[in-house]
């Protein structure tokens, strides 16, 4: 079983700035991807960035630029961070992970949600 913990979040002024982190732990052989969902009130959850083991990034258009992802492979750790943000940012941030258990099973694990809200 593999579980998510994430940090971060709060509420902060357009313009401003936020870090996100999520630390994995449990019956983890390795982690393929990993990477940052959100999901504003009304709407459907969406990719906001993702990074592999490699350290490929992909971010979603209206995040580029303006949005880092980064990830420690020793401490099983993904990190966003987030800079000029905008009120339509304002979302619960999910952090979520792929990979292989240590009984080399898939498993694809979410965090519970931190809340960004930027306000104007």
């Known amino acids: 079983q593999v579980q998510l913990v994430e940090s971060g979040g709060g509420l902060v002024q357009a313009g401003g700035s936020l870090s996100l982190s999520c630390a994995a732990s449990?019956?983890?052989?390795?982690?393929?991807?990993m990477g940052w969902y959100r999901q504003a009130p009304g709407k459907e959850r969406e990719l906001v960035a993702v990074?592999?083991?490699?350290?490929?990034?992909n971010y979603a258009d209206d995040v580029k630029g303006r949005f880092t992802i980064s990830r420690d492979n020793a401490m099983n750790t993904v990190y966003l961070q987030m800079s000029s943000l905008k009120p339509e940012d304002t979302a619960v941030y999910y952090c979520?992970?792929?990979?292989?258990?240590?009984?080399?099973?898939?498993?694809?694990?979410w965090g519970q949600g931190t809340l960004v809200t930027v306000s104007s």
């Open positions: 449990g019956s983890i052989f390795t982690i393929n991807a």
């Open positions: 979520n992970t792929k990979g292989y258990s240590t009984t080399l099973k898939v498993f694809d694990a």
């Open positions: 990074i592999t083991s490699g350290h490929s990034t």
